[in-house]
């Protein structure tokens, strides 16, 4: 609000396995994102990283029989490696276990210290190792975790409190008079409705006597900082909080949190009572999508038609966790951020199977835009010496496919301004089809074999310019395909990654380009069979 530049983050993942197709989605979405705001010319800031201490780490470290750190030095690999696999285009990359992070909590520590909003007491109640956190009686499921249905234990112990009660109607207030701060609207109510409760106090400190891996408490050698209250930090650490306040103010307050709706009470409640207390800003919004099923296995079709529609969530227990860099081998890597961002209601869940995405694969990409792409550059190579034909005043055909291409442009534009992607590309692939209405209407074959070649440049030409919008609009989900396509129409190199502004304007093409061919197909048809 009132900033011009563009923050956007991802949830800092856990380091305690290999990332799956979850967190795959959740940072493709984010550089979907990044990607699109900087079409609009808009400075972007794209955050990303690791969150490393607390309790699920040190355990994974001592099953792998090495020190914490060095379990970290491993496994933020695995995700670096597979951003850097995915084509994420990330302006930073934060571990938690870095000074600069370090060091900004510690001084958040300590100036709430001093000014009696961080507080000690006895600490009475249950807490779950698993979900390291801590419950009260009445939050427990039949004695059980209400998050993760595992045993809890008993405890009683000195403790810090950050006074997040005292944020409570301040919270409210702001949630009321700020509709995007929680999207979509149902995370709203949701978190609207948590509030309805009298807010506790949130306990910031773990006994290094349990745990021992997280950043110190600058008061309390005795004790670290929970993890949470670590880990949220970072969206303000990396960007100079404290430390470089240029920074700071030029990408503060972020534009969007991403997360998952299984982190939505951290990031809606916690994190704004936090950013309360040091006195900043709260994020313009915080975003929370859906998740990835699987389709539950035929025998629970069978037993419970619900199930099949509602999907299974994937968990290692039960195998069906899928491997984003499997599916990046098999079918690259664009084809799979096209099938993550196309096939989900961004807010709601979806099914992932491999079967949806090569339908999806063949009917949007191999048929719709591939196929198009192949004819035109074929007929150009052979009836245009393979140059692009010069540009001609629009006739009433083109006039009305340009007004679908326009289309396509306007509704991506709604689509990243209103958090809707997926309903953006389905526009775009509206365009894509109406260009092969008509390429099959105009039919260009015809012309060349009546030497109409004014007629046969024309259709070449205006094929060639709703192609190079349409990779345009899709330049942010598969980077590149699209920029492999525009060269192929020759789009200038210093052009090749697109601007909004320019897929606003026709005939943008430079006459006489050189036209590439293609060995293969851009797309090439997958057979399920196989
Ligand atoms: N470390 C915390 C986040 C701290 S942010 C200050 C954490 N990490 S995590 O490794 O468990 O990753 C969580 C995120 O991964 C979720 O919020 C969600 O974005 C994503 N997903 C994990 N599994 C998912 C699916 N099956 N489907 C979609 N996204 C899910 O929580």
Redesign the pocket.
């Known amino acids: 609000m009132g900033k011009d530049t563009f923050y956007l983050t991802t ?4 380091v305690n396995d290999k990332p799956h197709i ?2 795959a ?2 940072t493709i979405l984010g550089d979907v994102l990044s990607r699109c705001h900087r079409l609009l010319g808009e400075p972007t800031h794209f955050l990303t990283g690791t ?1 490393e201490h607390g309790q699920k780490v040190e355990q994974a470290a001592k099953r792998n029989g090495v020190s914490p750190l060095e379990h970290c030095n491993t496994y933020v690999k695995r995700f670096q490696e597979l951003w850097e696999r995915l084509g994420i285009s990330n302006d930073d990359f934060i571990r938690t276990t870095e000074e600069r992070h370090i060091i900004v909590v510690q001084k958040i520590l300590q100036d709430l210290w001093d000014r009696q909003l961080i507080y000690q007491a006895d600490y009475e109640g249950w807490y779950c190792v698993g979900c390291e956190r801590y419950f009260t009686e009445k939050d427990l499921n039949n004695g059980h975790c209400p998050d993760c249905g595992r045993t809890v234990d008993k405890l009683v112990e000195k403790n810090y409190f950050f006074k997040m009660s005292q944020f409570q109607q301040q919270l409210i207030d702001h949630i009321n008079a700020h509709p995007r701060f929680l999207m979509p609207l149902n995370r709203r109510q949701e978190t609207l409705g948590f509030l309805k409760q009298p807010l506790g106090d949130l306990c910031i400190s773990r006994a290094k006597s349990r745990l021992s891996w997280g950043i110190e408490l600058p008061f309390d050698h005795d004790y670290v900082t929970y993890v949470w209250f670590d ?2 930090v ?1 969206y303000i650490s990396a960007v100079g909080y404290l430390a470089d306040d240029a920074e700071f103010n030029t990408w503060w307050p972020a534009s969007y949190h991403l ?2 709706k ?2 939505l009470t951290t990031h809606a409640v916690y994190w704004p009572t936090m950013l309360m207390a040091m006195n900043l800003p709260l994020p313009e919004t915080i975003f929370a999508h859906g ?2 099923l699987t389709p539950p296995p035929p025998t629970a079709q069978a037993d419970n038609a619900q199930a099949t529609a509602a999907g299974v969530k ?1 968990s290692k227990s039960l195998g069906n966790v899928v491997n984003p860099m499997d599916m990046a081998d098999k079918y690259g890597v664009d084809a799979l951020r096209y099938f993550l961002m196309a096939a989900m209601a961004l807010g709601q869940d979806a099914n992932f199977s491999e079967e949806a995405f090569v339908t999806r694969f063949n009917a949007d990409l191999a048929n719709n835009l591939g196929n198009l792409l192949s004819r035109a550059t074929k007929m150009i190579e052979k009836n245009c010496e393979g140059k692009l034909p010069s540009a001609t005043e629009p006739g009433a055909d083109e006039q009305e496919l340009i007004a679908s291409v326009q289309n396509a442009v306007a509704s991506m534009r709604n689509a990243i301004e209103n958090m809707q992607l997926d309903r953006g590309i389905a526009e775009v692939m509206v365009a894509a089809n109406a260009t092969n209405r008509y390429f099959d209407t105009m039919k260009p074959w015809v012309l060349a074999k009546a030497g109409d070649t004014a007629a046969l440049g024309r259709v070449l030409r205006n094929t060639a310019e709703a192609l190079r919008i349409i990779a345009g609009l899709l330049y942010p989900v598969m980077p590149n395909k699209m920029t492999e396509l525009r060269r192929l129409l020759g789009v200038p190199e210093e052009r090749v990654t697109p601007v909004m502004n320019q897929l606003e304007h026709w005939n943008q093409l430079p006459d006489g380009a050189t036209i590439g061919t293609l060995a293969t197909p851009l797309f090439p048809r997958i057979d399920l069979a196989k």
Not at 11 to 14: A, G, L, R, V
């Open positions: 949830p800092i993942y856990y979850g967190h989605y959740t969150d880990a949220l970072n997360i998952g299984d982190i998740w990835w994937m």
